[in-house]
């Protein structure tokens, strides 16, 4: 759902008059691809990192020039997938550190998958203290993640749920608040507080910002 989400996204923020001035996008959906907290756990991301080069790589017979990853946690592996393929991958977690500073934001909560928290690829900023949920907080944070995937869920509910998670950080003294999971950037219209930073619009954002000034294929796997 977060790449359907995420071409929407592109759509949306593309100043076009007509059809033709859109953004050509190729969508690869690789189910394939293996869940990457688990792979992290398991083989340190060996695994998914592996099958996202070989997407890149179908991709890039496309003649695509251009590469989003709509999922924050295979950024852990981002500068190994890089440098494994030669198209220039637009990095999540950089567009949303860009973001926080136009915010101001020094103090910032993040909501994630276990393998995001635990790689502490959001806490690499020396001027942005990251805040995380306690142990239970983060089994909730978990569950909604994977409800969302399955598609057993009440929108309502989960926003609902979403909504105390970013209370209970912003009680703790956080001054923003990062949907740092792609499906939890479906619930970004839905919720309440008007501090939350969603990477998904910012990668799309800033892809739609390098296509004006250099035209280009996006391409998302």
Partial sequence: ????????????????????????????????????TKSLKEDRGEKFTKAIVDSIQILQKTGVNCILMPCNTA?????????????????????????????????????????????????????????????????????????????KYDNKQIASSIDSLIEKLTARGAEAIILGCTELSLYFPLLKSNRVVDPLTLLAKEAVDMARTTRFSAVQW
């Fill in 1 to 36: 759902m977060a790449g359907v989400a995420l071409q929407q996204l592109i759509i949306e923020n593309t100043p076009a008059p007509r059809d033709q001035d859109h953004i050509e996008v190729v969508c690869f959906t690789n189910p394939r691809i293996p869940d990457r």
């Fill in 75 to 151: 950024h852990v592996r981002f500068d190994q997938i890089q440098k494994a393929v030669p198209i220039p991958i637009i990095n999540i977690i950089d567009a949303t550190f860009r973001e926080l500073r136009g915010l101001n934001a020094l103090t910032v909560g993040l909501l994630a998958t276990n393998g995001t928290i635990n790689s502490k690829i959001f806490d690499n900023s020396k001027n942005v203290k990251i805040i995380t949920p306690t142990s239970q907080e983060q089994k909730k944070v978990t569950k909604i993640i994977y409800q969302i995937k399955s598609g």
